[in-house]
């Protein structure tokens, strides 16, 4: 269904709405607000990857996210680096981690391996805690100035969010490429029945490592994009909430649809945002909590798949 | 048909579910006077500053007469949740919307962010609850001073305190693992030996809320030493309390904790009684000092104030004083008009705002936490046994490692 | 803490992520109970279990049970919601500060061992941990009620089959986790802080163990609880540093070398 609707004229349509909210957001919205958007929504789209389309849960998606900010934070305010190399960097640590904790992982299933994610999450944070020279520990890590990109400078918050907007739609499109390719198809496959596949001869356990692997290294992508746009890299980003956040998001937009995540993110940073900024912003937290239960309890499928159903129940009609 | 049209439209509608506001006006050099109190108000330091320093600087508002150069003063609370990007985003917002000065900032993490907004922007930033000695130090800039206290003057005056008398010399030190606890480690140690103390042994636990610290409580009763000294915060400086009293360390060596404020004391006195702090500002000190807690209570239904609610009024006050004087909301003028001014008032005593580094200096008070039978009126938890003065409180300026940029 | 969470994955097969929340609302009862009722310490240790337990009983029944034939990952995902709530509202109740709690006078003070003296409160703790698990132990290992508890979790169509009331127990089964865990929490209350989010380290640090014991088996998390206890305590002397790491570094090292945990089944893996 989600495939369908990537491959026909709908598709475009969505995606270029998409485009043009897109576009205009930071005319509606504070600017670095509308980053953090665009960066949760690629960080939601590269997690669903992993769980709605290789059917693995990871707990511990923050330590690509945040564990990348830090490597370009911290090649940016320490060794000013220029903004691409501090970009590769954490891309190379974001891939070479998530190959790491891949290979431990992918040997479990189901919740052995959303906790060993969890656990080699929680190893992340407490090494950044302990390496506090680096990390600036509970403090962060603040950079100054974004640098420059093929001349242009960085630091005039709109011009980053254009910036951001190009590399989270780059993102997204090569997610839709995967999962439309022949890799995506047998992923697809294993999820609905992992046996068959075995059957069939495909080395189940190399898939879904490519899988983790590539969601990992679009996460830490992601990541530097909201720690160079907040200017700010911190421990909240290697936390395991953050994780939880991202699973949320994903939930809350629809898992295994593509523009589901983008929604859930946009949808969920904005209510926690300007629901913090009104008189009940105290209970900020009762209120997102109380909206993923319902969200796990009737809203399965999300925002997006709630919508899709709908769509594919009327034109059965 | 119509349906795949209603899809993208409610996919865009989705998206910007929420999103719907316009950025606001830049507010022009008629409109009101800003300050944009950025606090915790539901987090750990919600009862240290949160709500009860917006009051505090709303009192000191209204006690200014409410204008200043003509136009009204506003005063913007903006919660900071404990989040850094969060509160510098906000901060960001606050400024672009007219805010002229960000106060209190209780949280080092939000105080060090708002801090780079506020050099990017130019715009004041006083730090009030942020305990970072950084910021007057690697992060310090031109428009951001710091106002109420800092590791370094906690560490110097409980420290030296302590250690000057004959039972105080030898300490046995527990240290959470972290910038924070390792500063205060290496500021106390600094104290302690000036005085010719020692600190026996140090022991550094990971930091990451620890429950249990029945093993560092029995080194530290077994180490001989007089002392024992707490370099922790928050949740993990109460566990140790309950824990040393548990294992009886009260009885034998005397506690002196790192970082403790009347609020903790408020929501567990039992815990923290018997132990020496610094604070820089104690509500019945004196009769000035009384004078004005006893307004703040009148507000706060009998609540007592903590000396960062405190600090928050005698910044608010200071900075308006400027603004009048200076003739502008301009932070360069202000700026240049605050550098090296000494000042009085209920709060800072002998206070000045120190030019080589914005460190506001001013007296710093050692106080033991008195246990609940001898605490004569609520809230009078605390027993003022030294003074310090400005010049000794403070970090010298000979050692500040600030690379002053203006 | 262990027990309580591997005897609701076995027979729900939920991961119970408010397992944390509930510990945590069990010291907060007993916090209320002192100052609304003067409630005293022995008397908690039976009062908040059961209110947490029956409070645990009501969501099972509300809305656990609309999640059973999914995918777990909704069952865990509900609860991490729970998380969020009750945390949140108990901080708004509250305060995040913390609230005073201590343990009774007949408990204070030291004991002396011999070779050290030791809080008499800790005695008491661990003497109740394991009198609490020896007791459950007994139930589920020697009566009629526990043979058809692990029935039910090692083969429920077989029980329903036989016409035993699969639900009523799957319900009582969540309610004493539950309230194992608010007993933990009234347990220690006295030696830390009784604020919202203490029940957030203790979550991770369960799981750790239910994972390392191998989920599902009661007897593993018990062992594995107190094993890790004791290494936890050793690695604080030897190498804090990596004192909290240490459990992760364990877990993963288990994980690798017995998939399914030290006890585990197999079956239990997926």
């Known amino acids: 269904m989600t495939l369908a609707l990537l491959g026909s004229r709908r598709g475009m349509t969505v995606a270029i709405v998409l485009a043009i909210v897109g576009a205009l957001l930071p005319w509606f919205v504070y600017p670095v607000l509308a980053i953090d958007i665009v960066a949760y929504a690629l960080f939601a789209v590269a997690f669903d990857l992993l769980l709605g389309f290789t059917g693995l849960l990871s707990f511990g998606h923050a330590m690509f996210w945040g564990g990348a900010g830090y490597v370009a934070t911290i090649l940016i305010a320490k060794a000013g680096a220029p903004f691409p190399v501090a970009v590769a960097a954490a891309l190379v640590y974001a891939a070479l981690s998530a190959v790491v904790v891949g290979v431990i992982a992918i040997r479990r299933q189901g919740i052995y391996f959303a906790m060993i994610t969890l656990a080699l999450a929680q190893l992340q944070y407490f090494v950044a805690f302990q390496l506090g020279d680096w990390t600036g520990g509970e403090n962060g890590v603040q950079v100054s100035s974004r640098g420059t990109l093929f001349g242009i400078r960085l630091d005039d918050d709109k011009v980053f969010y254009y910036a951001v907007l190009v590399v989270a739609a780059l993102g997204v499109w090569f997610v839709v490429r995967v999962v439309r390719s022949p890799f995506g198809s047998v992923l697809g496959a294993m999820r609905e029945n992992e046996q068959r596949a075995i059957a069939l001869g495909f080395r189940v356990d190399r898939y879904k490592l490519v899988a983790f692997v590539l969601s990992g290294t679009l996460a830490g992508l992601a990541g530097v994009l909201f720690a160079v746009g907040n200017r700010l890299s911190g421990l909240d980003g290697v936390d395991w909430h953050t994780s939880g956040k991202v699973v949320i998001m994903t939930i809350l937009g629809g898992i295994g649809t593509v523009f589901g995540p983008l929604v859930g993110a946009g949808v969920y940073e904005s209510l926690d945002y300007f629901v913090s900024k009104t008189p009940i912003g105290d209970k900020t937290n009762i209120v997102m909590g109380t909206i993923f239960a319902l969200c796990v309890l009737l809203f399965r499928r999300g925002i997006v798949g709630e919508l899709l159903a709908l769509r594919t129940k009327r034109a059965k009609d | 048909m119509r349906l795949y049209r209603s899809l993208p439209a409610a996919l865009a509608i989705a998206l910007l579910s929420g999103s719907f506001v316009a950025p606001p006006a830049r507010a022009a050099d008629s409109g009101p006077v800003k300050i944009a109190v950025i606090t915790d108000m539901s987090g750990v330091y919600a009862s240290l500053a949160g709500a009860g320093a917006v009051e505090a600087t709303k009192m000191a508002v209204e006690d200014f007469g409410g204008k200043v150069l003509g136009r009204p003063i506003e005063v913007e609370t903006i919660d900071h949740r404990n989040n850094g990007p969060d509160a510098a985003i906000k901060a960001r917002e606050a400024f672009d919307g007219g805010a002229d000065l960000a106060l209190d900032m209780t949280n080092s993490a939000v105080a060090l962010a708002v801090a780079a907004v506020a050099k990017e922007k130019h715009k004041i930033a006083i730090v009030t609850g942020g305990a970072s000695s950084a910021l007057t130090g690697a992060n310090c800039n031109r428009y951001t001073y710091h106002y109420a206290y800092d590791t370094y003057a906690l560490a110097h005056s409980t420290g030296s305190n302590i250690a000057s008398a004959s039972n105080g010399k030898t300490w046995y030190a527990l240290v959470a693992n972290y910038a924070f606890g390792q500063q205060m480690l290496s500021d106390f140690t600094a104290a302690i030996e000036d005085k010719g103390g020692k600190v026996q042994k140090a022991d550094l636990y990971p930091f990451g809320p620890t429950t249990d610290f029945s093993s560092y409580l029995l080194a530290a009763k077994n180490s001989g030493a007089q002392v024992l000294g707490l370099f922790n915060a928050g949740a993990d400086t109460v566990n140790a309390m309950k824990q040393a009293k548990q294992f009886g360390v009260d009885k034998t060596m005397k506690i002196a904790v790192g970082l403790l404020f009347l609020s903790d004391v408020d929501a567990l006195p039992d815990v923290f009684a018997g132990s020496r702090i610094t604070t820089s500002w104690y509500w019945n000190y004196d009769k000035q000092a009384r004078a004005w807690a006893d307004k703040y209570a009148k507000r706060m239904n009998g609540l007592r104030p903590t000396d960062i609610q405190a600090s928050d009024y005698s910044a608010a006050w200071q900075w308006l004083s400027a603004v009048k004087a200076v003739g502008s909301t301009d932070a360069d003028k202000i700026q240049q008009y605050l550098d090296g001014r000494q000042f009085n008032d209920f709060y800072a005593r002998g206070g000045e705002w120190r030019a080589r580094d914005h460190r506001v200096l001013h007296e710093m008070y050692v106080v033991d936490v008195l246990p609940k039978e001898q605490v004569k009126e609520p809230h009078a938890w605390f027993k003022v046994v030294q003074v310090i003065p400005p010049g000794r409180a403070f970090r010298p300026e000979s050692q500040s490692v600030c690379k002053k940029d203006w | ?270």
């Open chain 3, 1 to 270: 803490m262990a027990l309580g969470l591997s005897v609701i994955f076995g027979m729900l097969r939920i991961v119970n992520f408010a397992h944390g929340a509930m510990f945590m609302l069990g010291a907060f009862v007993a916090y209320y109970g002192a100052q609304l009722f003067h409630l005293p310490f022995y008397a908690a240790l039976v009062f908040a279990p059961v209110v947490v337990g029956v409070f645990g009983l009501l969501v099972e029944v509300a809305f656990l049970r609309r999640l059973y034939g999914l995918d777990p990952l909704y069952g865990l995902l509900f609860t991490f919601a729970l998380v969020l709530i009750i945390e949140d509202a108990m901080r708004l109740a509250a305060g995040a500060l913390g609230s005073p709690y201590s343990a009774p006078p007949s408990l204070a003070g030291v004991t002396n061992l011999g070779f050290t003296v030791f809080p008499t409160y800790r005695l008491f703790v661990i003497g109740a941990a394991i009198a609490v698990c020896a007791v459950v132990w007994f139930v589920l290992e020697r009566t009629p009620v526990g043979a058809r508890i692990r029935a039910a979790t090692e083969a429920p169509t077989l029980v329903r089959a036989l016409g035993i009331d699969t639900q009523r127990l799957v319900s009582i089964t969540f309610a004493v986790g539950v309230a194992l865990a608010a007993l933990a929490g009234v347990l220690a209350a006295p030696n830390q802080n009784v604020e919202p989010t203490m029940g957030d380290k203790i979550i991770i640090n369960t799981f750790a163990i239910v994972v390392i014991g191998g989920l599902g088996s009661i007897g593993g998390s018990v062992i594995t609880g107190f094993a890790i206890g004791l290494l936890q305590t050793l690695g604080a002397v030897i190498f804090p540093a990596f004192n909290d790491t240490l459990i992760f570094l364990v877990m993963i090292v288990v994980l690798l070398i017995r998939p399914s945990g030290l006890f585990g089944s197999p079956a239990s893996a997926k």
